[in-house]
């Protein structure tokens, strides 16, 4: 059965910096892309970062140059870390896990799904 564990949610002011984690089980977690997709209120959920099996990541524009995803893939986790937020990076963040690359920050690519955790940042 296929898991995925976020972790590392909290609030912060904006400008500080967050560390999320997601640890998967279940499937062969180095060949599987993976993602990091948020939700805010009243939003639909929208691509932030993703990672292929080889290291290759891509951003979405409003977090390029401050979020940063890695994988670890001899402990099963994947990272986002979380520089110079913004009220707006407000939301609940999942991790997901894919088998392709194609449209990597598309949220109907992705058949796995954390349950999320939420990131406040307070003016």
């Known amino acids: 059965q296929v898991r995925l564990v976020e972790s590392g949610g909290g609030s912060v002011q904006a400008g500080g910096s967050l560390r999320l984690s997601c640890t998967g089980s279940?499937?062969?977690?180095?060949?599987?892309?993976l993602g990091w997709f948020r939700q805010a209120p009243g939003q639909e959920r929208e691509g932030v970062a993703a990672?292929?099996?080889?290291?290759?990541?891509r951003y979405v524009d409003s977090v390029a140059g401050r979020f940063f995803a890695s994988r670890d893939n001899p402990r099963n986790t994947l990272y986002l870390q979380m520089n110079s937020l913004k009220p707006e990076d407000t939301a609940i963040y999942f991790c997901a896990a894919a088998s392709g690359w194609s449209n990597a920050l598309v949220p109907g690519n992705y058949p796995y799904w954390g349950q999320g955790t939420q990131v406040t940042v307070a003016s």
């Open positions: 990672i292929d099996i080889y290291g290759g990541t």
């Open positions: 279940g499937f062969d977690y180095r060949s599987y892309s």
